[in-house]
């Protein structure tokens, strides 16, 4: 049962999740080679868990349990993050190719997972610097360490905060300060704490 | 991005 607000947060999201499923999906094909049964099987599992997870999701939405994100499940408030529906999917996708798939092809899919994981990583890093050094005007010695000081603590979230860099140009993204001022000069520093704060 | 489809493998 929902109501009409729901059913077209519904219509609104399902092609959202359903294209980004797909694209895993394609993937996991070019990196697996699985059989038409395994995929059907990945498909079948993965989109009952999605369109319930969106089913959820639209239903709280339209009942204003959602706001600025944090949901309220119960009377206790959990951070979005946990129960977006792309979370569901992602665990039954998960679960779906360890019970499906060949050892041999889960070998392929965990090590694709790690280089795409690795190359992310290396991308935000380099953009994160970008970031940094648009502001701080860094030698190329401290490019390369705050680089490499990134990298050696390497939190996910930050893969998230590359994303300010698309809506300011001033941006300078919240990091902590013993992977940064460590690798700038006097007049970095102050430049830097006055920005974060 | 199309909807997946299931198809057979590549040989």
């Known amino acids: 049962g929902l109501n009409a607000q729901a059913k077209a947060l519904l219509q609104q ?9 797909s694209g895993h999906l394609y993937a996991l094909r070019e990196v697996c080679n699985p059989t038409r049964e395994q995929q059907e099987q990945l498909l079948e599992s993965s989109q009952a868990a999605l369109e319930k997870a969106v089913r959820e999701y639209a239903k709280q939405m339209a009942a204003g349990k959602i706001n600025r994100g ?26 779906s190719i360890a019970e499906h798939l060949t050892e041999d092809q889960l070998a392929l899919y965990k090590q694709d997972a790690r280089d795409r994981r690795e190359f992310r990583r290396q991308a935000a890093a380099t953009n994160l610097v970008s970031a940094i050094d648009k502001q701080l005007s860094l030698t190329e010695e401290q490019r390369d360490a705050v680089h490499a000081s990134l990298l050696k603590s390497w939190q996910e979230s930050w893969e998230v905060a590359v994303r300010g860099l698309l809506q300011s140009p001033q941006y300078l993204p919240q990091l902590p300060d013993k992977v940064i001022v460590p690798h700038l000069n006097a007049n970095q520093k102050s430049v830097w704490k006055a920005a974060q704060r | 991005v199309q909807p997946f ?3 057979d493998p590549r040989p």
């Open chain 1, 13 to 21: 999201y399902r092609p959202i999740y359903m294209s980004k499923l």
């Open chain 1, 70 to 95: 944090i949901v309220v499940i119960n009377g206790m408030a959990q951070m979005q993050g946990q129960s977006e529906p792309w979370d569901a999917v992602r665990n039954e996708l998960d679960k």
């Open chain 2, 5 to 7: 489809e299931p198809q």
